[in-house]
């Protein structure tokens, strides 16, 4: 229906929220968020309770993997992807960084987990999609050349890969050639996407 069913924040738990940009539902059913612009991941209890702790400036994308391990990356000012404990008790851990040259190409945003285990990732100013073997810190670029900056990626259910556009497209991606299918256009600006249940 469009319905907003509940709102966190500003406040939650007497905590600030900060200021939230991707979100990932934990296995226990947990809300977790980067808080972009003050570096945290923040997590907010099934019973309403919020914890914070410091990774990165300017960390935005956030994603669980199968096994339901939290990663999260930066993305503007940064370009490290970091692992860190979804209890936010243990200090994160730098899985690796790209260049550091000055525009942060090598930044990722919205990534997902595909069926295969690996990271899925754009890099929007290079208008790349990566693949990324958290186990072995190697990254290979799966598509290229798009016609636009990928702002986020998502698995469907049947592990097909789908790439929103920043200025407006949505495309499927095959993983093993590269190859584009155009999917739609929606209007300029396009972020983050979700596959429901249904698909």
Avoid at 86 to 98: E, R, S, Y
């Amino acid at each position: 229906t469009g319905r907003i069913l509940q709102r966190y924040g500003p406040i939650v738990d007497g905590i600030q929220l900060g200021t939230p940009d991707d979100v990932a539902v934990g296995p226990d059913g947990s809300i977790y968020y980067t808080d972009i612009m003050g570096g945290n991941v923040g997590r907010i209890s099934a019973d309403g309770h919020l914890t914070k702790q410091p990774v990165a400036t300017f960390n935005n994308p956030i994603a669980f993997d199968a096994k339901g391990r939290l990663f999260v990356a930066q993305a503007f000012q940064g370009d490290c992807l970091y692992e860190v404990d979804p209890a936010l008790v243990k200090q994160p851990t730098k899985v690796l960084c790209g260049s550091g040259e000055k525009g942060f190409p090598d930044q990722l945003n919205g990534f997902d987990f595909g069926l295969d285990g690996m990271l899925y990732a754009p890099r929007p100013a290079l208008r790349q999609i990566v693949r990324i073997d958290i186990a072995t810190r190697t990254v290979t670029v799966v598509a290229k050349d798009l016609g636009g900056n990928p702002s986020s990626v998502e698995f469907d259910a049947n592990g097909h890969l789908y790439a929103s556009l920043g200025q407006g497209p949505v495309i499927r991606v095959d993983i093993e050639t590269g190859a584009v299918t155009d999917v739609t256009t929606l209007p300029f600006g396009l972020d983050n996407m979700v596959f429901d249940n249904r698909g």
